[in-house]
């Protein structure tokens, strides 16, 4: 009876901390942009695109391991602790808003880049966007259903997050080989 009561009192609070205050929610922030400065005019901003590319691809390999752990807690165990499944979302929650905290910056630099990266960021934006969904839906799931992590519709979400994570692992791979390729053979026109 009294161990009833402390997993009730633990529900409690999990669900204060998930529901009211947001703080497993990931989210996108708004973008803000500064006024230009001497120094915006020399900027290099293709290379801090690349550079947030590769950040973004970075996290995504950590956000789909995570999805795979995911997963592979909700397909093997028949009883789900529901703390070790918050622990990932909370990890996963902290990458997904690192990469939106980037697409920000993408966004605000997107009309200055080359149109190879403009191509990119058009492809990644959308999939990071799915991503950040996903991993919200699965935190409210989560929050309103820690007995049901068995549930079909749960393990869907790890799945998404897991297949998203590889789409823009997917996009900025091919943009790196492109990139790479066309470094070596200067004669490669623009498709």
Known sequence: MRASFWCQCMLFVFSILIGSSGLLAASAEPCTCGQPTSESYKWDFSREADQILTNIKSDSFQVRDLAAQLEAYDGETPFIDWRSDAGLLEQMRDQVNQMN????????????????????????????????????????????????????SYAAYATEMYNSAGMIQHYLRNAQDYAAAKRQSPSISKS
């Open 101 to 152: 905290k980037m697409v920000c910056r993408l966004r605000l630099i997107a009309r200055v880049t080359t149109p190879e990266q403009q191509a990119v960021i058009q492809r990644v934006v959308p999939e990071i966007v799915m991503l950040t969904d996903e991993t919200s839906s699965a935190i409210r799931f989560l929050d309103r259903n820690p007995d049901y992590l068995w549930a079909p």
